[in-house]
C-alpha cells in the first residue's frame, strides 16, 4: 500500500464530496425538516443529469441546462408530494412509486439508453474529474464546489427564515399544531418535496459533468449516500451549539467524511463490490450511536427532589 497514491486520491475523493454534500442537505430537508422518507431521491438522481447531460448535448448553455435538471428534480417532487397528500398514499410508497416511475422518465431523457456521455474536450462544463489538479483556480472542481456549497446554505438560511420557510419547519415539527395555526400542511409538505428534489437533481446535474456521462443507474443507492452524510454530519457536530445554516454544513461535511472514509478503505483493499454493504454498515452504525450512548453512556436522572432538613 502506497501512501502517495491514497494522497493523490483524496482530492477527487473531497471533490465528489462536496457534490453528494450538496445532494445531502436535500436529503436533509425531508429526512430531518419535514420528517418525512422520500426515496424519490435515488430517481432524481438519474433524472437531474440525465436533462443536463442531453441538453449540453444538444447545445444549449450550461445555466440553461442546470435550471432545467432543478426543475425536473422539483417535477418529481411535486409528483411525489401530490401522491401524498392528495392521494393519501404513505410517504415512503409514494417515493417509491415515483422512483420507479422515473427509471422510465429517465431511459426516454437518454434517448433510450441507459447513459449517455459528454466530453470536456468537447463541451463546456463547470466541473470535471480533470479539473482538479493542473488548472487555474477559478477552473478547480473543489473551490467551485465550495462556492455553489456556500452559496446554497446561505440561500437555504435565508428561505427557511421566511414566514413560507418558518412554515415548512412548522409542518415537519408538530403538523396538527401548523393546522391550528392557520397553515397549509399539505402545501408546505408539497413544497418541501420540490426543494428537496431540486437540490438532489442540481447534485446530480453536477455530478454527470465530474464523472462525463449520466447513466441511468446513477442514483441507486443515493438515499443511502445521503442518509449517510447526514447522520455522519449530526453525529460527530452534535455537541456543536450551531444555528440552522451550520445543521445545513454539518449535512455537506458528513459527505465529505464519508467519501474520505471510503477512499482509505478502498486503499486498504476492500472489494469495490462490497461498497454498498460497506455503506449499509457504516448508515447503521452512526444511526445506533445515539441510541447507545443514551443507553450505556448517559449519566441516569436522579429520581426525587432535594432531601429535607
Known sequence: MNIMSLLNALPGACAQGLIWGIMAIGVYITYKILDLADLTVDGTMATGGAVCIMMIRAGHSLGISLICAVLAGAL??????IFHTSMGIPAILAGILTQLGLYSVNLRILGNSS???VGVDKYDLLVSLRYIKGVPFYQNTILICIVILIILIALLYW????????????????????RAQGINTNFCKILGLMLSNGIVAFASALYAQYQGFADVNMGRGAIVIGLAAVIIGEVIFSRVRGNFAFKLFSAALGAIIYYIVLQVVLWLGLNFNDLKLFSALVVALFLAIPYLKGKYFNKPAKKGGAPRA
Open 159 to 178: 428561505f427557511f427564515g421566511t414566514e413560507l420557510g418558518c412554515s415548512i419547519r412548522a409542518t415537519g415539527s408538530n403538523p396538527n399544531m401548523s
Open 115 to 117: 447513459n449517455q456521455a
Open 76 to 81: 418529481a417532487g411535486l409528483v411525489t408530494g
